[in-house]
């Protein structure tokens, strides 16, 4: 898959941006806050409808302006299409496709993109929720029902913490929860069966990947690590099994519900998993150096685009916001030369210099400056 022209009208700094990208490599240079990560987070809006940073979505409409809009002519093997999301200042946003109007839920899929900016490179030591986010944009781009079960989970979440909260001290507290247990498993078990599965593949891609950045001298794992596991971890393809999963989660239920009601909040559930990064056998959460986080996530990254090829068909774009100068040079060469032959890529950069010629001259160079960029 790749996007062979991305029109921005008042998203960010850019009043009207109308760019042709090359299909492999896209190298986009120029100084400080001058639009280049606004561009990145525009294409990855297209993708996922969520910016990585923005806090709310007004934030992404350009400063006196009402409204902002993001569109890509994609190209998918022989057929093409246009992707377009339309954002009010103060309003809900619109997703269309070919012109037709469509739930954002339902248009997730159409453009797959993996991003890797600078705060991923906190993934291996940072909180679980950034390693479930991270198999979340994965997944809800990869698999329709994940993203289903999931939008259900979270209401799910919100109406059982609303229960929990008003139960306290009620008598027949549990009896009255029972319903939203029932719902919470339904939805809950899908969700892990899932991450336990991608967690798996991912960890088996990362870890080739991995082995070949070190050259054979370092061994990553990944494993997933269900809200109800300990430390040692269960093996993992006991977590794969529907019907164990959901016996171990109402063993859960009735072993926490006293305190769940004495808190009133959910204690069990996927909203608490996590994803341990291995590296020779010992958690890198507590030892791995700054290097060997960047290697990790680095794979695992690259791990992602195996993986959203082999469930969607095809690659996903990628992203690379600001990372090269986080690399070393071996790390780099890797990435952009295996990576850039199959993959389109988009590559921002405050320094073109520090690259190898015969890279730049396989890419196509765009100067970004003040909200416009043109061709080098
Ligand atoms: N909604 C907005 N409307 C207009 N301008 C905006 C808006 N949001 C951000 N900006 C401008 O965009 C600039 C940041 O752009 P961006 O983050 O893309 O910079 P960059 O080129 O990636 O810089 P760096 O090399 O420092 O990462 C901000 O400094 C701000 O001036
Ligand atoms: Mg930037």
Redesign the pocket.
């Known amino acids: 898959m790749d996007i062979r022209r991305l029109i921005l009208k008042d998203f960010?700094?850019y009043a009207h941006l109308d760019l042709e990208p090359a299909g492999g490599l896209n190298l986009l240079a120029?100084?400080?806050?001058?639009?280049?990560?606004?561009?990145l987070?525009s294409i990855l809006f297209l993708a996922v409808f969520r910016s990585p940073r923005a806090a709310r979505e007004a934030?992404?409409?350009?400063?006196g302006q009402e409204e902002a809009q993001a569109a890509a002519q994609i190209g998918r093997g022989e057929t093409t299409g246009r992707l377009e999301v339309r954002l009010r200042r103060d309003g809900p946003k619109a997703v269309l496709w070919n012109g037709a109007a469509q739930r954002p839920q339902e248009a997730l899929g159409i453009l797959t993109a993996v991003s890797f900016f600078p705060d991923d490179l906190d993934l291996v030591k940072g909180a679980p929720a950034g390693r479930r986010r991270l198999l979340d944009v994965l997944l809800c781009q990869a698999d329709g029902l994940y993203r289903r079960h999931l939008a259900r989970l979270n209401r799910v979440l919100r109406h059982r913490n609303v229960q929990l909260k008003g139960l306290q001290g009620t008598p027949k507290a549990a009896a009255l929860l029972e319903v939203w247990n029932e719902q919470l498993v339904a939805e809950a078990v899908p969700i892990m069966v899932r991450r336990a599965r991608a967690v798996r593949r991912l960890g088996q891609w990362a870890a080739a990947i991995h082995s070949r950045i070190t050259a054979g001298r370092e061994r990553l794992e990944l494993v997933y690590q269900p809200f109800y596991a300990g430390e040692a971890g269960d093996p993992q393809e006991a977590w794969e099994d529907a019907a164990a999963v959901r016996d171990r989660f109402q063993q859960e239920l009735r072993r926490r519900q006293g305190e769940e009601l004495a808190r009133g909040v959910s204690l069990v559930g996927p909203q608490r998993d996590d994803v341990r990064f291995v590296i020779d056998g010992a958690d890198a959460r507590s030892f791995a150096s700054q290097g060997q986080q960047r290697t990790a996530v680095l794979a695992v990254k690259l791990a992602e685009l195996e993986l959203l090829k082999e469930e969607t068909a095809e690659y996903p774009v990628l992203l690379l916001?600001?990372v090269l100068s986080e690399l070393d040079a071996t790390r780099r060469a890797y990435l952009l030369e295996v990576v850039a032959e199959t993959v389109q890529t988009f590559v921002?950069t405050?320094h073109l210099e520090p690259l190898p010629s015969s890279l730049r001259e396989r890419a196509r160079v765009f100067r970004?400056q003040g909200?416009t960029v043109r061709p080098d």
Do not use: Y
């Open positions: 960010r700094n120029g100084a400080n806050a001058q639009g280049k990560t606004n561009l987070e934030e992404l409409v350009r400063w916001d600001d921002t405050a970004v909200g």
